[in-house]
């Protein structure tokens, strides 16, 4: 009997020692929710259009229509600019002109539009910038003319006029590679990129993280990105749970899909190489490097929890994200769509019990009631197991 209500009292002391501990782990919770960003590069097309049907026969002093416009075919605004050559030659059987260098292409005579264009060092420059999807207002030029000084040294021959044509961003300072400034066009431009704030919201233990859109990308602003541009994202963080919160943020791999396997190789060296991000929290800087939070790299990544500190009940946060791309990006890089996950995980403590033991975060969201529960039942029951087989002996 004795030894009997020693192993109940040796239960008790194990109940009491349980239900310290069970009351610390019940208060930890941690509650998680996915965000699936999207960013994507522009579309960079541009194409020369024209009007013209050669004609069977142009002769001196007589002329020919040929308009000459350029449009933009892809998704990003840009600056145009053209060189014009002037031949004479011999239709070959294929369509192609065989050029007859003997002859002064100066015979060949054009008057080129200055109302929208300007001459510079060898180029027909377009003075506005040329808006995705949009054709030049007016022609480079609407027809040319062969001049009453070509002779018979002319005769047989056909004029052709060869318009090749360059683009580049109109956004940025990319037009510093043609060794020019807009000022000299005349251009003053500012991106139509509007900014759009996305959201966070933290519900509580039980709704969870819902975002705003609810498609769950929070990189509005982050599409028809170019090289060598920068752009910014403010992300919103309300905290409508009924208690002060801690919240965190770290980086997942996400699966890049329906796409091929050499444009999935595409994505990820663009978001490890040439896309960089800084997610900054007021002027605390929190992550600083590639795209994709370096989880496969060195040194500072998102694949850890990054602390967004404690947000009061009903209060709010943000945070800066902005993302920079290479100039050195390639044309191959064009129109793909990047992926890049993160998660926002949400801790706490509930208010009852003393919390006696540390408990490690673990990311599981279920009450261990249950186990402490069995455990203390485990105890009690093999007590009376115990005094059972006693009294049977």
């Not at 501990?21 to 929710?33: F, I, K, P, Q």
């Not at 054709?135 to 070509?150: G, M, Q």
């Not at 100039?327 to 064009?334: F, G, I, P, T």
């Given at each position: 009997m004795?030894?009997?209500?020693?192993?109940?009292?040796?239960?008790?002391?194990?109940?009491?020692?349980?239900?310290?501990?069970?009351?610390?782990?019940?208060?930890?919770?941690?509650?998680?929710?996915?965000?699936?960003?999207?960013?994507?590069?522009?579309?960079?097309?541009?194409?020369?259009?024209?009007?013209?049907?050669?004609?069977?026969?142009?002769?001196?002093?007589?002329s020919a229509d040929k308009k000459v416009h350029v449009k933009n075919s892809g998704t990003v605004d840009v600056l145009i600019r053209v060189k014009i050559k002037k031949v004479f030659g011999t239709r070959q059987a294929d369509g192609t002109l065989k050029e007859d260098p003997s002859l002064d292409p100066e015979l060949i005579q054009i008057t080129c539009n200055g109302n929208y264009w300007k001459y510079h060092d060898g180029f027909w420059y377009y003075t506005e910038?040329?808006?995705?999807?949009?054709?030049?207002?007016?022609?480079?030029?609407?027809?040319?003319?062969?001049?009453?000084?070509?002779?018979?040294a002319c005769k047989g021959k056909e004029a052709e006029i060869i318009v090749t044509m360059e683009s580049i961003q109109a956004e940025g300072d990319a037009v510093g590679l043609w060794g020019i400034d807009k000022t000299l066009l005349g251009i003053q431009y500012t991106p139509e990129t509007e900014q759009e704030n996305t959201f966070v919201v933290f519900g509580g233990r039980q709704q969870g993280f819902t975002f705003d859109p609810?498609?769950?990308?929070?990189?509005?602003?982050?599409?028809?990105?170019?090289?060598?541009?920068?752009?910014?994202?403010?992300?919103?963080?309300?905290?409508?749970?009924?208690?002060?919160t801690e919240f965190f943020l770290r980086a997942e791999p996400v699966s890049q899909e329906q796409m091929s396997s050499q444009q999935r190789k595409l994505v990820e060296q663009m978001l490890s190489e040439y896309a960089v991000i800084t997610v900054k929290q007021g002027k605390n800087v929190l992550y600083h490097g590639p795209a994709d939070g370096n989880l496969s790299g060195k040194g500072q990544n998102m694949s850890r929890d990054i602390s967004l500190g404690k947000i009061e009940?009903?209060?709010?946060?943000?945070?800066?994200?902005?993302?920079?791309?290479?100039?050195?990006?390639?044309?191959?890089?064009?129109?793909?769509?990047?992926?890049?996950k993160w998660i926002f995980s949400a801790e706490g403590q509930e208010s009852t019990g003393t919390v006696s033991a540390s408990i490690p975060k673990t990311g599981d969201t279920t009450d261990f009631s249950a186990a402490v529960a069995s455990f203390v039942f485990s105890i009690l029951l093999f007590c009376f197991a115990c005094r059972a087989k006693r009294r049977s002996a």
């Open positions: 004795k030894k009997f209500w020693k192993l109940f009292r040796a239960g008790m002391i194990a109940l009491a020692v349980a239900s310290a501990l069970a009351g610390s782990v019940l208060a930890y919770w941690e509650v998680s929710g996915t965000a699936v960003n999207v960013l994507t590069m522009s579309s960079y097309r541009t194409e020369i259009v024209e009007e013209y049907e050669i004609p069977e026969h142009v002769s001196p002093g007589t910038v040329l808006t995705a999807g949009k054709t030049t207002k007016e022609p480079l030029f609407d027809h040319y003319t062969v001049s009453e000084k070509a002779g018979n609810k498609s769950g990308d929070l990189f509005a602003n982050f599409k028809n990105l170019l090289p060598g541009c920068a752009r910014t994202q403010k992300i919103m963080i309300r905290n409508a749970s009924d208690g002060e009940k009903n209060g709010k946060n943000s945070l800066t994200v902005t993302i920079s791309l290479s100039h050195e990006m390639d044309n191959e890089l064009q129109a793909l769509t990047g992926k890049v």
